[in-house]
């Protein structure tokens, strides 16, 4: 199946061909492009293109990002001479309509996503297998292989992708002191979890589990029975590839737990239609008792919770598991960003550009983007300990993110274990995703690109990864509420094939059964 690329992108392919503008497990030390010998060889010059999601922040505030200190510094490590921009993906299809397109691309996400406007399908940019053997070997050695098929398209690698080893990033936080004043227990089943809430509710927590609208970092329940309605959760079943929410029985007792948790008051009961910023202040004003959020977050909430309530303590705990021994949350997609190559780019110059890239999986780029400039930002004592400037003002914050965040085009983006070891907090976060992290969630099958049906079937279609179809959702709701009869959920079923889920179904056996951009998306053994 060929991904139809946009119109503007499809005229300009077919007036003219496009020109190119002119952790642990840590790889081998030594690993970088410089070259050997004492005959140093002329940089890499190339333009590269960085992602963004937003419109303002570090790189917005610089006249000249070539000139920067960031910038210049990366070239000096990787011998190279780049012409770099920061664009939104948003505004990607006016450079893919201009014919304006650089040396390297980055996109959110790979191949498939919206804003490469098929490109890499339409054969914008070149296959990199064979420049991986040559010149990637540290990527090669580091990249999990359900990264790769991510950024694959045809059986070949098109994209060098920033990577997850470990995609279980969401936790289970609870408010330590308020379980210990209840004498009980961190809860490991979900009838212990309600027994929790049950005593938060004695005690007075006004939201003893924080829900949020669309169940959005509030499906611990939905988790703990193994049946997310996402994007990335589909599973093989009987010959065919459906979604999880079509195993009735256990959506049944998911929903009647949470049918109980809302009788009892154990949820607020307005919890269909809590925002982001009102989930958000609940949690940090000390009003909720336990709730699901990124485990990045706990040295935030540990700092905010305890302004506001004095004495709290927070902490990440494994999530309740169902009677089949499951729970947690859906795992990532093991990408986070992808870089391309365009395919007009000189040999020598895509193999420099693999180099870089090998060289940001090395120990020397994991200190630069981390930490900055030995002398600047940072210090080292003869025993090889750092001493870091940690940033104190939002400009510091927005330049420290830029470097270790968007100008680290590819690594292993589960956490950044040197800067979380010099804090407790970070210590804590580490410990939370090597102890708990890496020992939950829930696989499923992921599509990438998007399966072509959920276009043509949007109320059928998750509107975002870690949002479930609009007709699965209203159906959950009204049956939380008491409006529809849990018993109903056969009907629901029938309903979304009936709409297209039927046609959902066969394209995703069928990408399934052909390996086309089907893949399992677990977690790293």
Request: aromatic letters at 10%; hydrophobic letters at 35%.
């Amino acid at each position: 199946m060929k991904k139809t690329i946009s119109l503007s992108l499809a005229v300009v392919l077919a007036a003219s061909a496009l020109t190119a503008c002119s952790s642990d497990g840590k790889v081998d030390g030594n690993a970088s492009p410089q070259p050997s010998g004492n005959v140093k060889k002329a940089p890499v010059k190339f333009s590269m293109l960085y992602p963004t999601t937003v419109s303002t922040g570090y790189h917005t505030l610089v006249p000249d990002l070539n000139k920067d200190k960031w910038i210049l510094k990366l070239e000096e490590l990787t011998n190279t001479d780049l012409d770099v921009k920061v664009v939104e993906d948003a505004k990607f299809g006016v450079m893919f309509a201009s014919n304006d397109i650089p040396d390297v691309v980055g996109s959110i996400g790979g191949p498939g996503s919206k804003s490469m406007s098929g490109s890499v399908e339409n054969g914008v940019f070149m296959p990199l297998d064979d420049l991986l053997k040559q010149n990637g070997p540290n990527l090669l050695k580091v990249v999990p292989k359900s990264a790769w098929d991510s950024v694959s398209y045809e059986g070949k690698i098109y994209g060098v992708p920033e990577f997850l080893s470990n995609p279980s990033r969401r936790s289970t936080y609870i408010r330590t002191d308020l379980l210990e004043k209840a004498g009980l227990q961190a809860p490991k089943t979900v009838d212990e979890f309600l027994n929790v809430l049950r005593a938060f509710k004695k005690m007075g927590v006004e939201s003893p589990y924080q829900m949020r609208e669309n169940f959005k970092y509030a499906d611990i329940i939905l988790g703990a029975f193994d049946v997310l309605p996402y994007k990335d959760q589909f599973e093989l079943v009987n010959g065919q590839v459906v979604p999880k929410f079509f195993d009735v029985e256990n959506v049944q007792k998911a929903l009647t737990t949470y049918k109980t948790m809302y009788d009892e008051g154990l949820i607020v009961k307005e919890f269909a239609t809590i925002s982001s910023t009102d989930f958000t202040k609940s949690i940090e004003s000390g009003k909720a008792g336990i709730w699901s959020q990124n485990a990045s977050g706990l040295p935030g909430y540990r700092t905010k919770i305890q302004q506001a309530a004095a004495g709290s303590k927070v902490d990440i705990i494994p999530s309740p598991k169902g009677p089949e021994g499951k729970g947690g949350y859906f795992y990532y997609s093991p990408v986070i960003r992808s870089f391309f190559v365009n395919k007009n780019v000189k040999p020598d110059t895509a193999a420099g550009i693999i180099k870089m890239f090998d060289w940001m999986v090395s120990p020397e780029a994991e200190t630069f983007f981390t930490f900055g400039i030995e002398g600047d930002t940072y210090t080292k004592d003869s025993s090889g300990k750092i001493t870091y400037k940690f940033p104190t003002t939002k400009e510091q914050t927005d330049e420290e993110g830029f470097r270790s965040g968007t100008m680290w085009a590819v690594h292993d983006s589960t956490y950044n274990k040197p800067r979380l070891l010099l804090n407790e907090d970070g210590k804590a976060t580490l410990k939370a995703f090597d102890d708990v992290l890496a020992k939950e969630g829930l696989p499923g099958i992921g599509f990438y690109p998007d399966l072509s049906s959920f276009a043509k079937f949007p109320d059928l279609a998750a509107p975002q990864p870690d949002v479930g179809p609009k007709i699965v959702i209203d159906h959950m709701i009204k049956m939380i509420y008491g409006k529809e009869p849990i018993t109903d959920w056969p009907k629901v079923i029938e309903e979304y094939k009936a709409k297209g889920g039927n046609e959902i179904i066969k394209e995703a056996t069928d990408r399934w059964n052909k390996k086309q951009g089907a893949i399992m998306i677990d977690i790293k053994k």
